[in-house]
């Protein structure tokens, strides 16, 4: 399986966690709430959808609107197809999310992992974040160095380019800090429990 295709599956398992939905529902919202899959289409949602079916993650239900069976049967059209995660999906979800290894901190991966931050556990997030910004600082002592070395051969526009593009990477770095740092916080002042009410 392509890490793109290992992506997708991980985004379709995760919206489909919160809710059931069809194909073209589904495609919404991995173009608008996960912009990583905005040039994606159908014809690699439906091969997606088919492989989940097949391995017992999900399963296709007809759509529950009885106006839109009518009105698929009368345009000579299918009914569409609900998508629902089964008990097994959610397992194989929950297993994916708590990985945290080099994949996660990818430029796409990073992307879909940070969208479903919030069905992950805390220890969790922080290895993908302090991963994340590990891999992030490397990539600007590599993107210094090469400016360092090939400066003087560079016109102005080129300059600017990579300038502008070692200024992204710290942007990130500076949010990642922030976030990370917040994370320890609310780690920090987390809620007393009854053994520390016990304790007083």
Known sequence: MSRRSGILEFAVLGLLRESPMHGYELRKRLNTSLGVFRAFSYGTLYPCLKTLVTNGWLIEEPGNAPE???AASLAGRRAKIVYRLTAAGKEHFEELLSHTGPDAWEDESFAAR???????ERDVRMRVLEGR?????ERLEKMSASLARTRERLDDYTLELQRHGMESVERE???LNELIESERAGRDQRRPGPSDETAK
């Open 68 to 70: 839109d069976a009518l």
């Open 114 to 120: 940070f969208a479903f931050f919030g069905q992950t």
């Open 133 to 137: 910004r590990s891999r992030l600082e």
């Open 173 to 175: 770095v500076r949010w």
